[in-house]
């Protein structure tokens, strides 16, 4: 059986306070999240259109598919979400950890539970996974520690224009999607 890889940074500890930038994609990197069968106006999630020789053209709006208004539900119920898109095949996330780690007096006292990145996404994964009826995740994700505000400001934009570059985007892939008639 072949190892994998740990992609975490080493003996980091997850669960400092601070911004942490995650992108998890779908297992095979299937398109999951979008139904491009519905095209929308005005929508946050930007789907390149489809020609008639199912070759991704232009952005066109397209609604959430099921699994994608799942996703969307339970994204935004994780505390500290501060940004996030939902694309066809893929996520990307700014989550800002601040755990209370002040010293409270009294034997009584029971501190809150701590939030650890690993944690949140692992519970989101979970979540969406139990409700869709199946697993859509691929097995690891990605995460960058955003060390200053200009690191948060560029990220910040890419995950804004994602959509709208999603030809461009490094996890793009043609499905031959077919328009539902």
Not at 14 to 39: E, L, M
Not at 89 to 106: A, P, Q, R, S
Request: proline share 6%; net charge positive.
């Amino acid at each position: 059986m072949p190892h994998r890889k740990d992609i975490r940074l080493k003996n980091y500890d997850y669960s400092r306070n601070g911004a942490y930038f995650v992108t998890i994609c779908t297992k095979h990197k299937q398109h999951y999240f979008w139904d491009y069968s519905k095209p929308v106006g005005g929508d946050a999630h930007i789907a390149p259109n489809i020609n008639e020789n199912n070759n991704i053209t232009t952005p066109l709006p397209f609604e959430l598919s099921n699994i994608g208004r799942i996703l969307k539900r339970h994204i935004e119920n994780i505390n500290g979400i501060k940004k996030y898109v939902i694309m066809p095949n893929h996520i990307h996330l700014i989550i800002k950890i601040e755990n209370d780690y002040t010293n409270h007096d009294g034997a009584m006292w029971a501190s809150p539970p701590t939030q650890s990145l690993p944690k949140l996404i692992r519970s989101l994964k979970i979540l969406v996974t139990k409700e869709a009826g199946f697993s859509p995740w691929q097995r690891n994700y990605y995460d960058h520690i955003i060390r200053n505000d200009k690191e948060l400001s560029r990220i910040w934009q890419y995950i804004e224009s994602n959509p709208e570059n999603w030809e461009n985007d490094e996890l793009f892939i043609n499905e031959n999607i077919k328009k539902e008639k």
